[in-house]
Structure formats: C-alpha cells, structure tokens
C-alpha cells in the first residue's frame, strides 16, 4: 500500500459506521484480550452492559467474565493484563465489559471489518490491514472521549507502519509512557491493577495475531486472527 486515509476519531465523533475501524484501548481493555488469547481463550464476547455480562454469565456458566475496577460479585476476574497472565484460560469463552474500549467496538459493530487493537498485537493489526489494502481506516480512539494519549499514539503507530513497515516505535511508546492513564495505573488511582500492568500494555507486538470482532448472532465476538503473511 501507497497510501491510507487514516481517520482519528472518538466514539462520540462517529456519525456514520465506518468501512473499516481499529478500535484502540492500550490501557486496559484490548491488552487483556490479547492476554486471553495468549492463556487460551476461544473467543470473547464484548458487552454492552454489566447487567449483560451477568446476564451471559448466567446463561453459560463455564463463561469467564470481566470488567473494569474492583472485584465484583458474579465477576471472575478483572480487566488487568497483569492479574489476567496468572489465568488459564484453555479453550474458555471470556465476557469482557470496560469502560471504553468494548464501548467503541460496539460503536462500529456495523462495519465490514472491525480490528482490536493495543501496542502488543500493532504490527500483526497493521499485517492485516496491509494485506485488505483499504484505502480507508477510522482509528478509534477509545479513552478520555478520543483524547487519550495513549490510545492515540498507537492509532497513529499502526497507521504509520501500515505504509512504513519501518516505522520505530520508541516516539509512540513514550507518548503512551507519559499518558494520563498510564500514571493514574502506576499511581493505584485506578482500582483492580497489578503493579506490571503498564509495562505489560507498553510491549509492542507481544503477540502474533490481530483481533477481529464479527456480529454473531446478536453478540460482538472477538476472536484472534493470525495476519497473512509473515512478519516484514
């Protein structure tokens, strides 16, 4: 690819459903999804509400389901990548409700093509939208109303390496580094939050897969997609 229009928009901002959307969460939401995949997860299903969460929990009780902040009742766990790696998760489906980044990908259910994304799968996102060759791409950006740093920078990154495969990463690293929510996770402001979650959301291209999220029957279902073709 020569070229990509590449849109950076907030949820509040979409008001129409994009072709093509990468929803981006560095800090926590789509981290820990891959760390499901990575412990064994199926799939995921992403919420719209925790009355849903625990309304398919209840359905499917071998389901394992998440969400942001502290332990709850009816919970399992919580949306915290450093508390999530210590959870085997072999061939479970996981039901993951946060604050903004399964908001977004609800946002852009519509789409023919809705990506997943964080700094740990950037280049396997960027493999597959290389690959699709859309000429077309709305980035969302999930966390503080489209305003998060963190979220914006790794937009920004997979954008950039979609058409410069030798993009470095350090620039964007350290803006995520230096983010609102990065010191509010280092700072325990925020509750359910292991001490390694923010060096664990830093860790680019961790994993080898992007994550696809696809309608199924009436539930958004992420599941991990191996790019195709081999790393450049």
Known sequence: MIGMDARF???AELVEVPPVAVVVDVMRAFTVAAWAFAQGAEKIVLAESLDEALALKARHPDWLALKDGPPAPGFDAVNSPGL?????LGGRTVVQKTTAGTVGALAVKEASLVLCASFVVAEATAQLLRARGSDGVTFVVTGEEGR????LACAQYIARRVTEAGTEAAGFLRRAAESRAAVELAEG???GVHPDDVALC???DRFPFAMVAALESSLMVLRPSAPPSGRR
């Open 9 to 11: 928009l907030g949820i």
């Open 84 to 88: 999530l790696r210590s959870i085997d």
């Open 148 to 151: 998060a740093e963190e979220d």
């Open 189 to 191: 402001v925020r509750q």
């Open 202 to 204: 830093l860790e680019v």
